[in-house]
T-cell receptor, first 113, second 112 residues
């Protein structure tokens, strides 16, 4: 069974640009969640999607948005990039999205210059 | 406000010895905890979990202990192996729907 796939692996952008990251969950998993990892900060929850609906959202500004498609694939978008957005963005999938372990992708390393 | 804290950023242990990674939490409503392991350039992988109705859970070389009164949990790895060298995160579900609160992580180095 293929794992969670995230593309691209690395991305370099400049301040003010926008970026879109992609995530394909494990086949059969309908819940996709996104996390941001910065050095020394652990992982911070961004949002979770299930059947194309956002069910949960973390404390991030509106510049961070996401969506999920009917095949459970998900994208997240960051507009008007700031230097502080440089981070590893991780996508995780699970069957239902509640009280179960998450399966993470390898992440997209975003650098904002 | 950090609800899940891992106060030791790093730990160095000799191969064959015990590794003990600690985690403290502040929210008494947390009733389920997970440990994840992360290698460089890879996503975190689930290691072991524990429900608040238990005080211990074992899986091979890995044991997690939960002390609810102290709001403290620890992960024991016995015996430690060089392949265990990674960053370990403890986490707790909060607010439903795969919202996990993670600690900042502890980097474990197991040397021969």
């Amino acid at each position: 069974k293929a794992g969670v796939t995230q593309t691209p692996r690395y991305l370099i952008k400049t301040r003010g640009q926008q970026v879109t990251l992609s995530c394909s969950p494990i086949s059969g998993h309908r819940s996709v969640s996104w996390y941001q990892q910065t050095p020394g900060q652990g992982l911070q929850f961004l949002f979770e999607y299930f059947s194309e609906t956002q069910r949960n959202k973390g404390n991030f500004p509106g510049r961070f948005s996401g969506r999920q498609f009917s095949n459970s694939r998900s994208e997240m978008n960051v507009s008007t990039l700031e230097l502080g957005d440089s981070a590893l963005y991780l996508c995780a999938s699970s069957l239902r999205g509640r009280d179960e372990k998450l399966f993470f992708g390898s992440g997209t390393q975003l650098s904002v210059l | 406000d950090q609800q899940v804290k891992q106060n030791s950023p790093s730990l160095s242990v000799q191969e064959g010895r015990i590794s003990i990674l600690n985690c403290d939490y502040t929210n008494s409503m947390f009733d389920y905890f997970l440990w994840y392991k992360k290698y460089p350039a890879e996503g975190p992988t689930f290691l072991i979990s524990i429900s608040s109705i238990k005080d211990k859970n074992e899986d091979g070389r890995f044991t997690v202990f939960l002390n609810k009164s102290a709001k403290h949990l620890s992960l024991h790895i016995v015996p430690s192996q060089p392949g265990d060298s990674a960053v370990y995160f403890c986490a707790a579900p909060s607010g439903g729907y795969n919202k996990l609160i993670f600690g900042a992580g502890t980097r474990l180095a197991v040397h021969p």
